[in-house]
Protein backbone atom coordinates (compact mmCIF):
# COMPACT_ATOMS: atom_id res chain seq x y z
CA UNK A 1 0.00 0.00 0.00
CA UNK A 2 1.42 3.69 -0.52
CA UNK A 3 0.78 5.85 2.20
CA UNK A 4 -0.82 9.33 0.57
CA UNK A 5 -0.76 10.92 3.80
CA UNK A 6 1.42 10.07 6.80
CA UNK A 7 1.56 11.90 9.83
CA UNK A 8 4.77 11.60 11.97
CA UNK A 9 4.77 12.99 15.44
CA UNK A 10 2.86 16.06 14.48
CA UNK A 11 2.40 18.87 17.17
CA UNK A 12 0.82 22.19 16.89
CA UNK A 13 1.54 24.44 19.33
CA UNK A 14 0.76 28.32 19.60
CA UNK A 15 2.22 31.01 22.10
CA UNK A 16 3.99 27.89 24.48
CA UNK A 17 0.44 25.76 24.05
CA UNK A 18 0.14 22.54 22.43
CA UNK A 19 -3.00 21.64 21.24
CA UNK A 20 -1.59 18.50 18.83
CA UNK A 21 0.87 16.56 20.61
CA UNK A 22 2.75 14.14 18.66
CA UNK A 23 -0.39 13.01 16.14
CA UNK A 24 0.73 9.99 13.76
CA UNK A 25 -1.45 7.85 11.63
CA UNK A 26 -1.33 6.98 8.04
CA UNK A 27 -3.84 7.03 5.05
CA UNK A 28 -3.19 4.83 1.92
CA UNK A 29 -4.80 5.61 -1.60
CA UNK A 30 -8.28 4.70 -1.68
CA UNK A 31 -8.45 3.96 1.94
CA UNK A 32 -11.43 5.57 4.61
CA UNK A 33 -10.14 6.95 7.72
CA UNK A 34 -12.23 9.22 10.25
CA UNK A 35 -11.31 11.72 13.23
CA UNK A 36 -13.26 11.60 15.68
CA UNK A 37 -13.03 14.04 18.56
CA UNK A 38 -15.42 17.04 20.65
CA UNK A 39 -14.91 20.36 20.32
CA UNK A 40 -11.42 21.34 20.69
CA UNK A 41 -9.84 18.18 20.50
CA UNK A 42 -7.91 18.92 17.33
CA UNK A 43 -9.52 17.49 14.40
CA UNK A 44 -10.33 20.34 11.93
CA UNK A 45 -6.27 21.87 12.92
CA UNK A 46 -4.80 18.39 11.75
CA UNK A 47 -6.41 18.55 8.33
CA UNK A 48 -5.17 22.02 8.22
CA UNK A 49 -1.71 21.07 9.23
CA UNK A 50 -1.57 18.30 6.77
CA UNK A 51 -2.39 20.41 3.82
CA UNK A 52 -0.28 23.40 5.13
CA UNK A 53 -3.20 25.59 5.81
CA UNK A 54 -2.66 26.19 9.63
CA UNK A 55 -3.62 30.06 10.32
CA UNK A 56 -0.47 32.12 11.21
CA UNK A 57 0.33 32.28 15.09
CA UNK A 58 0.24 28.56 15.02
CA UNK A 59 3.12 26.52 14.07
CA UNK A 60 3.69 22.77 13.49
CA UNK A 61 6.53 20.88 13.81
CA UNK A 62 7.09 16.75 13.14
CA UNK A 63 6.50 15.67 9.76
CA UNK A 64 2.93 15.50 7.13
CA UNK A 65 3.98 13.97 4.56
CA UNK A 66 1.35 14.48 1.88
CA UNK A 67 2.08 12.61 -1.58
CA UNK A 68 5.35 12.33 -1.32
CA UNK A 69 5.95 16.13 -0.25
CA UNK A 70 6.73 17.26 3.23
CA UNK A 71 4.01 19.91 4.05
CA UNK A 72 5.41 20.92 7.52
CA UNK A 73 7.69 24.06 6.91
CA UNK A 74 7.10 24.00 2.55
CA UNK A 75 6.85 27.41 0.59
CA UNK A 76 3.49 28.56 0.03
CA UNK A 77 4.05 27.96 -3.58
CA UNK A 78 4.70 24.48 -3.58
CA UNK A 79 1.67 23.85 -0.89
CA UNK A 80 -0.32 25.41 -3.66
CA UNK A 81 0.36 22.82 -6.33
CA UNK A 82 -0.45 20.31 -4.12
CA UNK A 83 -3.57 21.15 -2.66
CA UNK A 84 -6.32 20.77 -5.41
CA UNK A 85 -3.95 17.90 -6.83
CA UNK A 86 -3.31 15.80 -4.01
CA UNK A 87 -5.96 17.28 -1.35
CA UNK A 88 -9.14 19.19 -1.65
CA UNK A 89 -11.19 20.37 1.66
CA UNK A 90 -15.36 20.32 1.76
CA UNK A 91 -15.61 22.46 5.24
CA UNK A 92 -18.60 22.49 7.80
CA UNK A 93 -20.64 25.58 6.63
CA UNK A 94 -21.61 25.56 2.83
CA UNK A 95 -22.80 29.58 2.99
CA UNK A 96 -19.38 30.66 4.57
CA UNK A 97 -17.01 28.34 2.14
CA UNK A 98 -18.79 30.10 -0.75
CA UNK A 99 -18.55 33.57 -2.07
CA UNK A 100 -22.07 35.03 -1.87
CA UNK A 101 -21.40 37.30 -4.35
CA UNK A 102 -20.46 35.08 -7.45
CA UNK A 103 -22.99 32.88 -8.97
CA UNK A 104 -21.92 29.11 -8.30
CA UNK A 105 -21.46 27.98 -11.59
CA UNK A 106 -18.43 30.55 -11.86
CA UNK A 107 -17.22 29.29 -8.76
CA UNK A 108 -16.72 25.77 -9.51
CA UNK A 109 -15.04 26.75 -13.02
CA UNK A 110 -12.38 28.28 -10.94
CA UNK A 111 -10.73 24.83 -9.80
CA UNK A 112 -12.13 23.23 -12.98
CA UNK A 113 -10.01 25.48 -14.93
CA UNK A 114 -6.88 25.70 -12.54
CA UNK A 115 -6.70 21.89 -13.06
CA UNK A 116 -7.21 21.65 -16.36
CA UNK A 117 -4.24 24.21 -17.07
CA UNK A 118 -1.86 22.27 -14.86
CA UNK A 119 -2.74 18.69 -16.70
CA UNK A 120 -2.22 20.93 -20.12
CA UNK A 121 -4.95 21.05 -21.10
CA UNK A 122 -6.90 24.07 -20.81
CA UNK A 123 -10.76 25.02 -20.90
CA UNK A 124 -12.27 28.08 -22.12
CA UNK A 125 -15.86 29.27 -22.78
CA UNK A 126 -18.73 26.46 -23.85
CA UNK A 127 -16.06 23.95 -22.69
CA UNK A 128 -15.75 24.58 -19.58
CA UNK A 129 -19.39 25.45 -18.91
CA UNK A 130 -20.41 22.19 -19.86
CA UNK A 131 -17.38 20.93 -17.47
CA UNK A 132 -19.44 22.97 -14.86
CA UNK A 133 -22.67 21.37 -15.68
CA UNK A 134 -21.52 17.70 -15.80
CA UNK A 135 -19.69 18.33 -12.37
CA UNK A 136 -23.28 19.57 -11.01
CA UNK A 137 -24.56 16.29 -12.89
CA UNK A 138 -21.91 14.36 -10.74
CA UNK A 139 -23.04 15.63 -7.35
CA UNK A 140 -26.66 14.60 -8.07
CA UNK A 141 -27.83 18.41 -8.43
CA UNK A 142 -31.36 19.15 -10.24
CA UNK A 143 -31.47 21.17 -13.56
CA UNK A 144 -27.67 22.19 -13.19
CA UNK A 145 -28.00 24.99 -15.91
CA UNK A 146 -30.40 26.31 -13.48
CA UNK A 147 -28.65 26.12 -10.49
CA UNK A 148 -25.39 27.36 -12.61
CA UNK A 149 -26.83 30.73 -12.51
CA UNK A 150 -27.74 30.85 -8.71
CA UNK A 151 -26.31 32.79 -6.19
CA UNK A 152 -24.95 30.87 -2.79
CA UNK A 153 -27.94 32.33 -0.80
CA UNK A 154 -30.51 30.77 -3.37
CA UNK A 155 -29.96 27.82 -2.81
CA UNK A 156 -30.64 25.11 -0.21
CA UNK A 157 -28.05 23.68 2.50
CA UNK A 158 -27.80 20.86 0.97
CA UNK A 159 -27.29 22.10 -2.27
CA UNK A 160 -25.05 24.71 -1.30
CA UNK A 161 -22.94 21.87 0.66
CA UNK A 162 -23.06 19.76 -3.12
CA UNK A 163 -21.23 22.75 -4.32
CA UNK A 164 -18.87 23.03 -2.56
CA UNK A 165 -18.05 19.07 -3.16
CA UNK A 166 -18.31 19.93 -6.77
CA UNK A 167 -15.47 22.20 -6.23
CA UNK A 168 -13.51 19.83 -4.49
CA UNK A 169 -13.96 17.15 -7.07
CA UNK A 170 -13.03 20.09 -9.46
CA UNK A 171 -9.49 19.32 -8.23
CA UNK A 172 -9.77 15.84 -8.99
CA UNK A 173 -7.43 15.25 -5.56
CA UNK A 174 -6.59 12.00 -4.44
CA UNK A 175 -7.37 12.55 -0.71
CA UNK A 176 -10.63 14.25 0.00
CA UNK A 177 -10.65 15.81 3.22
CA UNK A 178 -14.33 16.37 4.63
CA UNK A 179 -14.17 18.22 7.96
CA UNK A 180 -17.91 18.04 9.28
CA UNK A 181 -19.55 17.93 5.95
CA UNK A 182 -23.10 17.19 7.34
CA UNK A 183 -23.38 18.67 11.24
CA UNK A 184 -24.57 22.29 9.69
CA UNK A 185 -27.68 20.07 7.38
CA UNK A 186 -30.78 18.36 8.85
CA UNK A 187 -30.89 14.83 9.01
CA UNK A 188 -32.54 13.63 5.94
CA UNK A 189 -30.32 15.99 3.89
CA UNK A 190 -27.41 14.37 5.61
CA UNK A 191 -28.75 10.98 4.62
CA UNK A 192 -28.11 12.31 1.55
CA UNK A 193 -24.94 13.87 1.50
CA UNK A 194 -23.44 11.01 2.54
CA UNK A 195 -24.48 8.89 0.24
CA UNK A 196 -23.28 11.53 -2.43
CA UNK A 197 -19.54 11.31 -0.44
CA UNK A 198 -19.84 7.79 -0.16
CA UNK A 199 -20.40 7.39 -3.91
CA UNK A 200 -17.96 10.05 -5.75
CA UNK A 201 -15.03 8.34 -3.43
CA UNK A 202 -15.60 4.97 -4.78
CA UNK A 203 -16.20 6.03 -8.25
CA UNK A 204 -13.27 8.20 -8.29
CA UNK A 205 -11.38 5.81 -6.18
CA UNK A 206 -10.61 8.94 -3.95
CA UNK A 207 -9.02 8.48 -0.26
CA UNK A 208 -11.54 10.06 2.75
CA UNK A 209 -10.27 11.50 5.63
CA UNK A 210 -13.71 12.30 7.68
CA UNK A 211 -13.86 14.62 10.41
CA UNK A 212 -16.50 14.15 12.72
CA UNK A 213 -17.84 14.22 16.36
CA UNK A 214 -20.81 12.02 14.90
CA UNK A 215 -19.59 8.67 15.90
CA UNK A 216 -22.46 6.95 13.72
CA UNK A 217 -22.30 8.97 10.91
CA UNK A 218 -18.31 7.85 10.76
CA UNK A 219 -18.96 4.37 11.46
CA UNK A 220 -21.47 4.35 8.46
CA UNK A 221 -18.62 6.03 6.27
CA UNK A 222 -15.34 5.04 7.10
CA UNK A 223 -13.43 1.60 7.50
CA UNK A 224 -10.64 2.99 10.22
CA UNK A 225 -10.74 5.69 12.65
CA UNK A 226 -8.22 7.75 14.79
CA UNK A 227 -10.02 8.76 18.08
CA UNK A 228 -8.92 12.15 19.45
CA UNK A 229 -8.79 14.05 22.70
CA UNK A 230 -7.70 17.10 23.79
CA UNK A 231 -5.05 17.33 20.86
CA UNK A 232 -3.68 13.33 21.78
CA UNK A 233 -4.78 10.27 19.57
CA UNK A 234 -6.42 8.01 22.61
CA UNK A 235 -7.16 5.45 20.09
CA UNK A 236 -6.96 4.02 16.64
CA UNK A 237 -7.77 1.07 14.62
CA UNK A 238 -10.76 -0.37 12.56
CA UNK A 239 -14.13 0.66 13.06
CA UNK A 240 -15.46 -2.71 14.43
CA UNK A 241 -12.25 -3.25 16.55
CA UNK A 242 -12.48 0.68 18.50
CA UNK A 243 -16.33 0.62 18.01
CA UNK A 244 -16.55 -2.97 19.17
CA UNK A 245 -14.00 -3.41 21.35
CA UNK A 246 -13.24 0.02 22.78
CA UNK A 247 -9.99 0.37 24.92
CA UNK A 248 -9.32 3.83 26.63
CA UNK A 249 -12.42 5.13 28.72
CA UNK A 250 -12.39 7.95 26.95
CA UNK A 251 -13.97 6.40 23.36
CA UNK A 252 -16.29 3.96 26.00
CA UNK A 253 -17.84 7.60 27.29
CA UNK A 254 -18.38 8.10 24.02
CA UNK A 255 -19.85 5.09 22.67
CA UNK A 256 -22.23 4.87 25.69
CA UNK A 257 -23.64 8.26 25.29
CA UNK A 258 -24.35 7.92 21.28
CA UNK A 259 -25.43 4.34 22.17
CA UNK A 260 -27.91 5.76 24.60
CA UNK A 261 -29.57 8.10 21.76
CA UNK A 262 -29.45 4.66 19.76
CA UNK A 263 -31.21 2.72 22.16
CA UNK A 264 -34.14 5.49 22.85
CA UNK A 265 -35.02 5.21 19.10
CA UNK A 266 -35.01 1.69 19.19
CA UNK A 267 -37.65 1.79 21.90
CA UNK A 268 -35.35 -0.08 24.32
CA UNK A 269 -33.84 2.10 27.04
CA UNK B 1 -56.97 18.65 31.76
CA UNK B 2 -54.76 20.36 29.09
CA UNK B 3 -52.16 23.27 30.20
CA UNK B 4 -51.91 23.97 26.51
CA UNK B 5 -54.27 23.82 24.16
CA UNK B 6 -53.34 24.97 20.14
CA UNK B 7 -56.73 24.56 17.84
CA UNK B 8 -56.51 25.34 14.31
CA UNK B 9 -54.01 27.51 14.50
CA UNK B 10 -52.31 29.36 11.07
CA UNK B 11 -49.78 31.53 10.94
CA UNK B 12 -47.33 33.80 8.32
CA UNK B 13 -44.90 36.40 9.10
CA UNK B 14 -46.07 37.89 5.56
CA UNK B 15 -49.42 37.29 3.91
CA UNK B 16 -48.46 35.76 1.20
CA UNK B 17 -46.32 33.13 2.74
CA UNK B 18 -47.98 30.61 5.37
CA UNK B 19 -45.77 29.10 8.17
CA UNK B 20 -47.98 27.26 10.02
CA UNK B 21 -51.18 25.48 8.84
CA UNK B 22 -53.73 23.87 11.22
CA UNK B 23 -51.76 23.19 13.98
CA UNK B 24 -53.45 21.37 16.58
CA UNK B 25 -51.66 20.48 19.52
CA UNK B 26 -52.86 19.42 23.76
CA UNK B 27 -50.13 19.20 26.32
CA UNK B 28 -51.18 17.67 28.98
CA UNK B 29 -49.77 19.65 32.72
CA UNK B 30 -46.38 17.34 33.96
CA UNK B 31 -45.91 15.73 30.45
CA UNK B 32 -42.82 16.04 28.22
CA UNK B 33 -43.37 16.78 24.92
CA UNK B 34 -40.68 16.84 21.59
CA UNK B 35 -41.28 18.80 19.00
CA UNK B 36 -39.25 17.07 16.03
CA UNK B 37 -38.89 19.10 12.65
CA UNK B 38 -36.50 19.68 9.83
CA UNK B 39 -35.43 23.68 9.23
CA UNK B 40 -38.09 25.34 7.91
CA UNK B 41 -40.59 22.75 9.37
CA UNK B 42 -41.79 25.78 11.79
CA UNK B 43 -40.79 24.74 15.01
CA UNK B 44 -39.48 27.76 16.31
CA UNK B 45 -42.37 29.66 15.28
CA UNK B 46 -45.10 27.36 17.02
CA UNK B 47 -42.57 27.87 20.30
CA UNK B 48 -43.21 32.05 19.43
CA UNK B 49 -46.85 31.76 19.39
CA UNK B 50 -46.45 29.71 22.29
CA UNK B 51 -44.68 32.04 24.54
CA UNK B 52 -47.01 34.90 23.70
CA UNK B 53 -44.58 36.82 20.98
CA UNK B 54 -46.27 36.25 17.73
CA UNK B 55 -50.36 36.31 17.81
CA UNK B 56 -51.78 33.23 15.55
CA UNK B 57 -53.38 34.30 12.16
CA UNK B 58 -56.04 32.50 12.93
CA UNK B 59 -57.13 29.57 15.65
CA UNK B 60 -56.95 30.19 19.28
CA UNK B 61 -54.13 28.94 22.10
CA UNK B 62 -55.13 28.47 25.62
CA UNK B 63 -53.00 28.05 28.58
CA UNK B 64 -54.85 26.69 31.80
CA UNK B 65 -58.08 27.35 30.53
CA UNK B 66 -57.10 31.22 29.72
CA UNK B 67 -56.71 32.58 26.34
CA UNK B 68 -52.77 33.56 25.70
CA UNK B 69 -53.94 36.59 24.72
CA UNK B 70 -51.09 38.88 24.11
CA UNK B 71 -52.33 42.03 24.08
CA UNK B 72 -53.81 41.57 27.70
CA UNK B 73 -51.14 42.50 29.99
CA UNK B 74 -52.35 41.78 33.13
CA UNK B 75 -52.67 37.99 31.53
CA UNK B 76 -49.60 38.65 29.98
CA UNK B 77 -47.29 39.35 33.28
CA UNK B 78 -48.89 36.34 35.24
CA UNK B 79 -48.58 33.83 32.12
CA UNK B 80 -44.48 34.76 31.96
CA UNK B 81 -44.17 34.05 35.58
CA UNK B 82 -45.79 30.36 34.53
CA UNK B 83 -43.20 29.80 31.18
CA UNK B 84 -39.60 29.76 30.54
CA UNK B 85 -37.56 29.24 27.39
CA UNK B 86 -33.88 28.00 26.90
CA UNK B 87 -32.09 28.36 23.71
CA UNK B 88 -30.23 26.49 21.58
CA UNK B 89 -26.61 28.55 21.88
CA UNK B 90 -25.45 29.02 25.54
CA UNK B 91 -22.54 31.52 23.88
CA UNK B 92 -25.15 34.24 22.86
CA UNK B 93 -27.48 33.83 25.38
CA UNK B 94 -26.02 34.78 28.52
CA UNK B 95 -24.65 38.88 28.47
CA UNK B 96 -21.28 38.43 28.94
CA UNK B 97 -20.77 41.56 30.81
CA UNK B 98 -23.29 40.25 33.82
CA UNK B 99 -22.31 37.92 36.41
CA UNK B 100 -23.57 34.17 36.94
CA UNK B 101 -25.28 35.47 39.93
CA UNK B 102 -27.06 38.46 37.98
CA UNK B 103 -27.90 36.53 34.54
CA UNK B 104 -29.87 33.59 36.20
CA UNK B 105 -31.39 36.60 38.80
CA UNK B 106 -33.14 38.26 35.82
CA UNK B 107 -36.30 36.59 35.74
CA UNK B 108 -36.64 37.26 39.20
CA UNK B 109 -36.51 41.07 38.65
CA UNK B 110 -37.93 41.29 35.72
CA UNK B 111 -41.07 39.21 36.89
CA UNK B 112 -40.91 41.18 40.41
CA UNK B 113 -40.46 38.21 42.14
CA UNK B 114 -40.09 38.59 45.92
CA UNK B 115 -37.93 36.59 48.35
CA UNK B 116 -34.06 35.94 48.89
CA UNK B 117 -33.05 36.05 45.68
CA UNK B 118 -29.78 35.13 46.65
CA UNK B 119 -31.06 31.37 48.36
CA UNK B 120 -33.12 31.12 44.79
CA UNK B 121 -29.79 31.14 42.58
CA UNK B 122 -28.14 28.91 44.69
CA UNK B 123 -30.98 26.64 44.94
CA UNK B 124 -31.24 26.96 41.19
CA UNK B 125 -27.70 26.35 40.60
CA UNK B 126 -27.66 23.33 42.67
CA UNK B 127 -30.55 21.65 41.01
CA UNK B 128 -28.45 22.06 37.82
CA UNK B 129 -25.51 20.27 39.54
CA UNK B 130 -23.42 23.53 39.70
CA UNK B 131 -21.81 24.99 42.58
CA UNK B 132 -22.97 27.83 44.01
CA UNK B 133 -19.84 30.06 43.81
CA UNK B 134 -20.69 29.68 39.98
CA UNK B 135 -22.77 32.78 41.09
CA UNK B 136 -19.94 35.31 41.43
CA UNK B 137 -18.70 34.15 38.00
CA UNK B 138 -18.55 35.83 34.49
CA UNK B 139 -19.81 33.10 31.62
CA UNK B 140 -16.72 32.92 29.70
CA UNK B 141 -15.17 31.05 32.63
CA UNK B 142 -17.38 28.56 31.86
CA UNK B 143 -17.73 25.80 29.00
CA UNK B 144 -20.61 25.30 26.60
CA UNK B 145 -22.34 22.71 28.81
CA UNK B 146 -21.98 24.68 31.90
CA UNK B 147 -22.99 27.23 30.22
CA UNK B 148 -26.49 25.57 29.19
CA UNK B 149 -26.59 24.66 32.75
CA UNK B 150 -26.90 28.18 33.70
CA UNK B 151 -29.19 28.78 31.11
CA UNK B 152 -31.30 26.24 32.73
CA UNK B 153 -30.74 27.67 35.94
CA UNK B 154 -32.17 30.95 34.90
CA UNK B 155 -34.94 29.48 33.32
CA UNK B 156 -36.33 27.49 36.37
CA UNK B 157 -35.05 29.89 38.71
CA UNK B 158 -38.44 31.05 39.38
CA UNK B 159 -39.98 27.88 39.37
CA UNK B 160 -42.06 28.12 36.37
CA UNK B 161 -44.82 24.89 35.82
CA UNK B 162 -43.81 25.22 31.97
CA UNK B 163 -39.99 24.91 30.41
CA UNK B 164 -39.73 25.63 26.54
CA UNK B 165 -36.51 24.50 24.94
CA UNK B 166 -35.46 25.54 21.97
CA UNK B 167 -32.61 23.05 20.40
CA UNK B 168 -31.24 23.65 24.09
CA UNK B 169 -29.14 20.63 23.73
CA UNK B 170 -28.03 20.87 19.83
CA UNK B 171 -25.23 22.82 20.17
CA UNK B 172 -23.30 20.39 22.44
CA UNK B 173 -20.86 17.88 22.37
CA UNK B 174 -22.03 14.17 22.19
CA UNK B 175 -20.98 13.57 26.26
CA UNK B 176 -22.07 17.13 27.50
CA UNK B 177 -25.37 16.46 25.64
CA UNK B 178 -26.24 13.26 27.49
CA UNK B 179 -25.81 15.03 30.56
CA UNK B 180 -28.13 17.94 30.10
CA UNK B 181 -30.43 15.71 28.77
CA UNK B 182 -30.27 13.94 32.00
CA UNK B 183 -30.85 17.09 33.90
CA UNK B 184 -33.64 18.32 31.87
CA UNK B 185 -35.19 14.62 32.03
CA UNK B 186 -34.79 14.99 36.51
CA UNK B 187 -36.50 18.31 36.40
CA UNK B 188 -39.27 17.80 34.15
CA UNK B 189 -40.52 15.33 36.92
CA UNK B 190 -41.32 18.53 38.22
CA UNK B 191 -43.00 20.36 35.29
CA UNK B 192 -44.14 20.59 32.15
CA UNK B 193 -41.55 20.43 29.34
CA UNK B 194 -41.88 21.37 25.53
CA UNK B 195 -38.74 20.29 23.87
CA UNK B 196 -37.89 21.31 20.24
CA UNK B 197 -35.49 19.48 18.60
CA UNK B 198 -34.02 18.25 14.92
CA UNK B 199 -32.36 15.58 16.95
CA UNK B 200 -35.05 12.71 16.84
CA UNK B 201 -32.68 11.03 18.86
CA UNK B 202 -32.53 12.91 21.82
CA UNK B 203 -36.47 13.47 21.77
CA UNK B 204 -36.47 9.58 22.24
CA UNK B 205 -34.62 9.47 25.09
CA UNK B 206 -36.25 12.25 26.66
CA UNK B 207 -39.90 13.04 25.85
CA UNK B 208 -42.91 11.18 26.17
CA UNK B 209 -44.55 12.17 23.66
CA UNK B 210 -44.07 13.28 20.25
CA UNK B 211 -45.18 15.45 17.35
CA UNK B 212 -43.60 15.50 14.06
CA UNK B 213 -44.03 18.90 12.14
CA UNK B 214 -43.63 19.18 8.14
CA UNK B 215 -43.40 22.30 6.04
CA UNK B 216 -45.59 23.67 9.34
CA UNK B 217 -48.16 21.11 9.68
CA UNK B 218 -48.18 18.85 12.35
CA UNK B 219 -48.05 15.21 10.28
CA UNK B 220 -47.89 12.84 13.46
CA UNK B 221 -47.93 12.54 17.20
CA UNK B 222 -48.76 10.69 19.60
CA UNK B 223 -46.60 8.19 22.05
CA UNK B 224 -43.31 8.42 21.65
CA UNK B 225 -42.94 4.20 22.10
CA UNK B 226 -45.87 4.18 19.63
CA UNK B 227 -44.28 6.71 16.59
CA UNK B 228 -40.90 4.85 17.42
CA UNK B 229 -42.27 1.41 16.37
CA UNK B 230 -44.66 2.18 14.06
CA UNK B 231 -44.39 5.28 11.95
CA UNK B 232 -47.49 5.88 10.32
CA UNK B 233 -46.88 8.99 8.45
CA UNK B 234 -43.74 8.46 5.39
CA UNK B 235 -42.10 11.86 6.75
CA UNK B 236 -41.56 10.30 10.07
CA UNK B 237 -41.09 6.93 8.73
CA UNK B 238 -38.15 9.19 6.29
CA UNK B 239 -37.42 10.95 9.40
CA UNK B 240 -36.24 7.42 11.22
CA UNK B 241 -34.46 6.04 8.42
CA UNK B 242 -32.50 9.02 7.88
CA UNK B 243 -30.62 9.12 11.58
CA UNK B 244 -26.79 7.11 11.38
CA UNK B 245 -26.79 4.60 13.72
CA UNK B 246 -24.03 2.74 15.78
CA UNK B 247 -26.01 -0.23 16.17
CA UNK B 248 -26.69 -0.83 11.89
CA UNK B 249 -23.10 -0.74 11.52
CA UNK B 250 -22.37 -3.24 14.48
CA UNK B 251 -24.64 -5.50 12.54
CA UNK B 252 -23.01 -5.22 9.17
CA UNK B 253 -19.55 -5.47 10.11
Given at each position: ?????????????????????????????????????ESGS??????????????????????????????????????????????????QE?????????????????????????????????????????????????????????????????????????????????????????TA????????????????????????????H???????????????????????????????????????????A???????????? | ??????????????????????????????????????????KT??L???L????????????????????????????????QIVFQDPYSSLDPRQTIFSIIAEP?????????????V??ALEAVGLD?DAATRYPHQFSGGQRQRIAIARAIVA?P??LLADEAVSALDLTTRTRIVDLLARLS????LLFVSHD??V???L???????????????????????????????????????????????
Amino acid sequence: MTALLTLDNLSVSTGGKTLIHGLSFFLAKGERLGLIGESGSGKSLTALAATGLLPAGLSASGSAILAGTEVIGAPERQLNTLRGTAAAIVFQEPLTALDPLMRVGKQVAEPLSRRAKRDGKPLHGTALDEAVLALLTEVALPDPPRIARAYPHELSGGQRQRIAIAMALACKPDLLIADEPTTALDVTTQAEILALIDRLVRERNMALLFISHDLPVVANTVSRVVVLRQGEAVEAGTVADVFGNPQHDYTKSLLAAARSFDRALEGTP
Amino acid sequence: MTLIQVKNVDFGYSATRQILSDINLEIAPGDTVGLVGESGSGKTTLLRLLLGLARPDSGSITFDGQNLDTGNRAFMRQFRRQAQIVFQDPYSSLDPRQTIFSIIAEPLRSLKIDGDHRQMVAEALEAVGLDRDAATRYPHQFSGGQRQRIAIARAIVARPPFLLADEAVSALDLTTRTRIVDLLARLSAEMTLLFVSHDIGVVAALCRRIVILEKGRIVEQGETAKILKNPQHPYTQRLLASVPRLSVNEISS
